[in-house]
Each structure stands twice: as structure tokens, then as C-alpha cells.
């Protein structure tokens, strides 16, 4: 997608309002959620197949796009608050809804009826072609093949739950190993893993808080502590310990072109909400942490990776911070929304950041707006308005 692309600007017919639901929040708050059923759309025929589909949420759907020109291919009500992940392939979204995990037919502006119910579904993983599901309410951990979902029926998987409910996130790495986190719903303490066979081969309880994953080259993989990252590679857990006493790193961002992980950095345990200004750069074969001082506030939906390895940043400056990995250097900035600021409210909309190959996909809220940017030259491919603002976005993602 390095094509020069002309800007659009559409409008839509405003779909019905509806009452927003809670669902877990990865920064580790939860809510109650409600219940509500969502009016699917047709099968699409090949001819009007959405290209290469965007997702983003908005209060009662989601709008489907045209991931080239932005063109708003169709939308789907869908009450409560919604989250999007790509499911693996190059057709599905998983939405996580009030009442659960459920599929989208992105390209065909549909939601399939595969659904995976449970109370809190939080995290998705996309890792060695498999997919991996965490249900906060009830721990379950469901793993497929993204394959699967093409015809057009729930696919068989293993699944796995853990002895205690609690925000969790898990992945499954090439050989079969399952790495799932240990807690509850009042304390979160580390992560274990499981061989094919569900026999615990490895622990570590030595990860307070711990949040998120993400995988480097090499299959390693880390989560998230207040205190550091707990790495997990070769069979054996390392823990990268944070330089200050509190140092979360709740959200983390891999590439499997870089041993090197990209995460938040936060450091004031008693803050509403605090808005850091330095990013953690995480080498999963030292177990060393390096900080980057960006000069500007950035929220958990403004980490990614480029097609390089490169570590991309949302900051509320407005602009994506292109940092390389191994050195630290901020090698560019690229001039992509107005200035904002992070609202208190983690559900509330923000600018955010989704890449997909050598693209960058950045929300404005405040401005109704999408833009699609080159990663490499900084251009503007195009541009959308849409009817109303949007909160979440991601799209299809084929491979991990």
C-alpha cells in the first residue's frame, strides 16, 4: 500500500445510540457489563467484498472500511462497548462484546454467528498461527486455528482455565507450549506454562500486577509487571527489572524482526491517571530495560511496530514517533492528528494507532476522522469522515 491514494471525505446515515457496556480494560479495571443483541448484515457477494478491511468501534457498532481508500464499505449495530483484534486471517475481526468473544466476516460486512460466550472477554493473542482467547470472568483460555474460521463454523481448539478467574492473557508458542498468567480477581502474581499435553512445565510468581504479552524474534516472550517484564525463552522465565522501585509496564508491543520489546513505563502507583512521558525499550536477550524520553504523553492504544521492527508511538502531540529499537534514537516523527489529550476514562475515545504491513491507521475523535499513512515516506494515503466519532480500530491481519 505505497501508492499515492486521493483523499475521501464520506458521510453515512447516523446509527441508533445505545447504552455502553464495560468490559476489562487493559489497564487492568473492570466493569458490569449489559446485554444486547446486534443486527448482522448479509452475507456480501465476492463482488462487494470489503479489500483488505479496517474495523473501528463507535458508540452502538462498528463501521467496516476499505482498508486503500478509506471508502466506509458498511457498518454494523452492535450495542454496548465494543473491542476489536484481528483474528489472524485475512477475513475476520474478533469483537469482544458484553456477552462475549464473537467473529466478524470483515470482508463480508457480516458478524458469523461463531461466538465464544463468557463474562469479561479480554485479550487476543495472534501467535505461531494460532489465535488465543482469555476470558476474564471465568479464566478460560480457548485456542484455534484462524484457518478454521473461514468455514464459517465455531473451530475445534484446545482450551485451557485457569484455577482462578482474573484479567488474565495467555499465548501458545510453536511447539505447543502454553504460557497463561496466575491470579485473581484481587491480586495478579506471575504466569505459568503448560507443555502440549496441559502438564506445567515452568513458573514464576515474581511478576506483581502482570499485564499483557508480546513476542520478540527468537519466540521469546514477555508480560508485563509493575516492578519490570517477565521474560520467557529457551524454557526458563528472566525477570527485567524495572530501574525504579515502581516502573509497570502494563503494555507491550513485539516484532518478530526485533528481539527488542516496545512498552509503556509508568511510575507513580497512586496517580488517577498518570500520563507518562517515557516508553520502555525491552531486550529479550539481555533482560535489560532501556527508557526513551518522548517529550510527549501517549495512551495504551498508541503502541505498535512498523514492518521493520520499527517502534511506533502515538503521542499527544499528534504525531507517530518512529524510534529504532536498538539504539533508542528517534529517528523521525510523522505528523499524523491534532493534539490530545488521554481522557481519565479508559473507555472514552483517544486517537489510535493500528498497523498493518507498511501502513499506519490513526483515529482523530475529536475530528470524526481516519487517516492512512505511509510508514516509510510520512504521506497521507487518504483520509475519511465519518458519522460519528470512533474509539476502537484494528482490522484483518493475516499471520502473527
Known amino acids: 500500500m505505497n501508492t499515492s491514494i486521493r483523499n475521501r471525505s464520506l458521510t453515512a446515515t447516523a446509527l441508533a445510540l445505545a447504552t455502553a457496556a464495560v468490559l476489562t480494560a487493559c489497564g487492568g479495571q473492570s466493569g458490569a457489563p449489559a446485554g444486547a443483541e446486534a443486527r448482522t448484515t448479509p452475507d456480501a457477494t465476492p463482488a462487494d467484498a470489503v479489500k483488505d478491511p479496517v474495523v473501528a468501534t463507535y458508540d452502538g457498532g462498528l463501521y467496516i472500511l476499505d482498508g486503500e481508500s478509506l471508502d466506509l464499505a458498511g457498518s454494523i449495530e452492535l450495542p454496548g462497548f465494543n473491542r476489536v483484534n484481528p483474528a489472524g486471517d485475512d477475513q475476520h475481526v474478533v469483537v469482544s462484546t458484553d456477552s462475549g468473544f464473537r467473529v466478524l466476516n470483515a470482508t463480508g460486512k457480516a458478524l458469523t454467528g461463531i461466538e465464544y460466550p463468557g463474562a469479561k472477554p479480554g485479550h487476543v493473542v495472534r501467535h505461531a498461527g494460532k489465535t488465543v482467547l482469555f476470558t476474564d470472568g471465568t479464566g478460560k483460555v ?199 489529550q488521554e481522557p481519565l476514562d479508559w473507555q472514552q475515545p483517544r486517537p489510535t494507532l493500528f498497523v498493518r504491513d507498511h501502513t499506519a491507521y490513526v483515529s482523530d475523535p475529536a475530528e470524526r476522522t481516519l487517516h492512512a499513512i505511509d510508514i516509510e515516506s510520512g504521506k497521507k494515503l487518504a483520509s475519511v469522515t465519518l458519522p460519528k466519532s470512533t474509539n476502537e480500530l484494528s482490522g484483518v491481519v493475516a499471520g502473527h
Request: proline letters at 5%; charged letters at 30%; one cysteine or more.
Open 142 to 340: 480457548e485456542v484455534f486455528d484462524p484457518a478454521d474460521l473461514s468455514g464459517g463454523k465455531k473451530p475445534e481448539g484446545r482450551t485451557y482455565t485457569s484455577a482462578e478467574a482474573h484479567h488474565g492473557v495467555a499465548i501458545e508458542l510453536s511447539d505447543g507450549r502454553l504460557l497463561s498468567t496466575l491470579g485473581n480477581e484481587e491480586k495478579r502474581t506471575g504466569a505459568l506454562v503448560l507443555d502440549k499435553n496441559d502438564k506445567e512445565t515452568a513458573r514464576n510468581e515474581n511478576c506483581p500486577g502482570v499485564h499483557g504479552e508480546a513476542a520478540a524474534a527468537g519466540e521469546a516472550v514477555a508480560v508485563g509487571c509493575e516492578d519490570g517484564v517477565l521474560i520467557y525463552k529457551d524454557g526458563r522465565f528472566t525477570k527485567a527489572e524495572a530501574p525504579d522501585d515502581y516502573g509497570r509496564i502494563g503494555n507491550q508491543a513485539g516484532s518478530e524482526q526485533s528481539p527488542v520489546l516496545l512498552g509503556d513505563y509508568k511510575t507513580d502507583p497512586d496517580a488517577e491517571l498518570e500520563r507518562p512521558t517515557r516508553v520502555s525499550l525491552i531486550d529479550t536477550a539481555t533482560a535489560k530495560i532501556r527508557l526513551v524520553d518522548l517529550g510527549t504523553s501517549y495512551s495504551f492504544r498508541s503502541l505498535a511496530r512498523g514492518p521493520h521492527g520499527e517502534a511506533l508511538v502515538l503521542g499527544t502531540d499528534g504525531a507517530v514517533h518512529v524510534i529504532d529499537p536498538g539504539t533508542g534514537k528517534v529517528e523521525k516523527k510523522i505528523d499524523a492528528v491534532g493534539r490530545w
